[in-house]
């Protein structure tokens, strides 16, 4: 089954900054990438996905990049803020489309 | 106008005991999931339903049985609870079995004593 790997497991930035979270997977047939953001309390919220016919994709302050050859995607937050403050998961859809696998999380602290 | 809404929010119970958590979404989906957090806040897949059908069952003991009354409704009853079934449980839905936004509903903290 599919396996995804995401680093790092905790990270703390500075207002302002940049935050960068990567994630593997191991199916190559998955085709659907989303992010998600938890806060505390919370459910997984979506902030982010991407197909695996594009490379790149943008919103705002946050961006998800994709490389298929490599089985690598990132999520990049710039200019932080406090408020960016949570777990964040990355995650993989297989290729029934019927399950998402996800990744081990990233706790994000943003320092004002 | 809560979109996946989960019941009870926080449940305490003692092992042995015999519970359910129920799920309700408003969204039309046809595809409902549970998902397990352990303490780590790792999120595992347990069971996933499209039109009241189970399609997914990830190796999760027996002793958990979803139920699937209709395809706005996924509830989840647990029988002899141990220790380690403490963990927060969500409940998710997305439009359909493929590659579309699943939906996470607030959580279930259960906690077994």
Not at chain 1, 79 to 89: G, H, K, L, N
Not at chain 2, 34 to 57: P, R
Request: aromatic share 10%; net charge neutral.
């Amino acid at each position: 089954g599919e396996n995804v790997e995401q680093h790092p497991s905790t990270l703390s930035v500075q207002e302002g900054d940049s935050a960068v979270i990567k994630c593997t997977y191991s199916d190559s047939a998955s085709n659907y990438f989303p992010w998600y953001k938890q806060e505390l309390g919370k459910g997984p919220q979506l902030i982010i996905d991407i197909r695996s016919n594009v490379g790149e994709k943008k919103d705002q302050r946050i961006a998800v990049t994709l490389n298929k050859t490599a089985k690598h995607f990132s999520l990049h937050i710039t200019e932080t803020q406090p408020e960016d403050s949570a777990v964040y998961f990355c995650a993989a859809r297989n290729n029934a489309g019927n399950m998402l696998t996800f990744g081990g999380g990233t706790r994000l602290m943003v320092k004002p | 106008d809560t979109a996946v809404s989960q019941t009870p929010k926080y449940l305490v119970t003692q092992m042995g005991n015999d519970k359910s958590i129920k799920c309700e979404q408003n969204l039309g989906h046809d595809t409902m999931y549970w998902y397990k957090q352990d303490s780590k806040k790792f999120l595992k897949i347990m069971f996933s339903y499209n039109n009241k059908e189970l399609i997914i069952n990830e190796t999760v003991p027996n002793r958990f049985s979803p139920k699937s009354p209709d395809k706005a409704h996924l509830n989840l009853h647990i029988n002899s609870l141990e220790l380690g079934d403490s963990a927060v449980y969500f409940c998710a839905s997305s439009p359909t079995a493929g590659n579309t936004e699943a939906f996470f509903g607030q959580g279930t903290r259960l906690t077994v004593v």
